[in-house]
């Protein structure tokens, strides 16, 4: 089983409207979790952190599901610039504590 | 800002060749890593270092080393590169162990002949 799943997409989502994904991860020891961000072409920048209870960010809502180990990400009001790859990323808690990398989900948003 | 930058954004070399990838970062972070990312892969780590000197393998380091002399320097060597080896090459730095966010310089797109 891999470390971290993400359905690939592409997500087409109308301007405007709300898009919502999810990843699964396979440690269920894991302790931290976040969403990072990456452009067309662009290296990965973290968007946010997910913390337990849940956590907002603007249009963006971070959800973690321990007992069932998948994280969600949810935008609302979807802008044009909206359109990327949301990588879900895990720590490892065995090991060297690095991070697993999902492959992404891809967003487009269209006018 | 934390800034991450990597010696060239675009290489092109022959199979065989030896190939040396730089990443310098410059926020006196503890923690740099080196990762390849191909389509339908995502991000693969190949090697990290926690420390000058120091170096630990990731998942796929066959193929590669990797050189840490100073705190803000972290090189990935190719010793002979081969054609599989043709990726995007992503370098990242993180303040410590446990703080987990990484920051990610421009990349290098490697493409071998």
């Known amino acids: 089983r891999k470390e971290v799943e993400q359905d690939p997409g592409p997500f087409n989502v109308p301007e405007g409207a709300t898009v919502a994904f999810n990843c699964t991860y396979s440690?269920?020891?894991?302790?931290?979790f976040f969403w990072y961000r990456q452009d067309c072409r662009k290296e990965p920048k973290l968007l946010m952190s997910v913390y337990s209870s849940g956590n907002e960010d603007g249009r963006f809502t971070a959800q973690l599901n321990r007992a069932s180990q998948y994280i969600s990400l949810l935008i609302r009001d979807s802008k044009l610039s909206d359109s990327a790859t949301y990588l879900c990323?895990?720590?490892?808690?065995?090991?060297?504590?690095?991070?697993?990398f999902g492959k992404g989900n891809q967003v487009v948003v269209i006018p | 800002d934390v800034k991450v930058t990597q010696s060239s954004r675009y290489l092109v070399k022959r199979t065989g060749e030896k190939v040396f990838l730089e990443c310098v970062q410059d926020?006196?972070?503890?923690?740099m890593f080196w990762y390849r990312q191909d389509p339908g892969l995502g991000l693969r780590l190949i090697y990290f270092s926690y420390d000058v000197k120091m170096k630990e393998k990731g998942d796929i380091p066959e193929g590669y080393s990797v050189s840490r002399e100073k705190k803000e320097r972290f090189s990935l060597i190719l010793e002979s590169a081969s054609t599989n080896q043709t990726s995007m090459y992503l370098c990242?730095?993180?303040?410590?162990?446990?703080?987990?966010?990484?920051?990610f310089g421009p990349g290098t797109r490697l493409t071998v002949t």
């Open positions: 440690n269920s020891a894991s302790q931290s």
């Open positions: 990323v895990v720590s490892m808690s065995w090991g060297n504590n690095r991070l697993a």
């Open positions: 926020m006196d972070h503890e923690n």
């Open positions: 990242a730095s993180e303040r410590n162990r446990g703080t987990y966010e990484q920051y």
